[in-house]
């Protein structure tokens, strides 16, 4: 069984265009997550949507506390979340990322390309592309620019990488660069058009050449009336079931979750904060063993 291990990264200097406020989403999640983990009898859970018992004992989920951020340095705090997820990974142990906004993401990921030889394949859940490159207004590490700075890793793979509930408008520059490097696109209507059970299989079959996968998630791919404790918000987005189905459905095919965004400043009684310790929880219990097929 694989053991997971949570680290937060209190940060948000990062939120250039949408909300600040992202630095208390650790400790909001992880008061959460308090909640949830108060239905743990004798080291073990009952799934009501999957009417299971889960066996939690000895090192299931275990909470190592916030990398070394620094509020008023956004390079040193991407090197501590890229540290803080060498750590686990050097452990043998699955990351479970808590943000902060998203341009701690390029941190995460990279600590996880460090950790592992071969090929990285990236599941993005997210309304946005994020792939504006260095510019005046943002300059280049950015909460919008973290998937860009993601595939410029020598080992992540395009081929294998798939954006998932992006919806609305974007700039057409980040459209042409995804064309370019050749991204794909499920896109939120299609999503939820298609349904859950088929866009698991379409996600899957195209992250199934990488050696490695890591499912990024920024809160915002949940519609703002299910999370309204984002950074930014884009009508149209997932129900909180369609969103937990896929996260569950997902999990046992990634090796590391990064969940970016949530932000306790804007969120309404907790929601926002509850439904991303709920996905938490979902991706541990639902991803205990890995697998390579559907
Ligand atoms: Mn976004």
Redesign the pocket.
Known sequence: MREFELWGAPFDGGATL?WPGSRYGPEAIRRSLAWIRGRVEDEAVYWLDSASHHDLSGNFLTDRGDAEVVPSDLMASLDAVSSAITDTMDKERVPIFVGGD?SMLFGAVRGFHRSVSGSVGLIYL???F?LADTNAKQGGFS?SSGMRRCLELDRVAPGATIQVGLRNFNFPSSARYAEDVGLQVLTAKTSIDIGVTDSVRRIVDRVGGADHVVLTV?I??VDPAFAPG???H?PGGFSSRHFLDLVTGLAPHCDALALM?VNPMIDVNDTTSRLAATAIFDFAVSGQERRKTL
Do not use: F, I, K, L
């Open positions: 949408g998203d997210d309304a946005h994020d909460q920024d915002d791919v984002s950074g930014a884009e965004e």
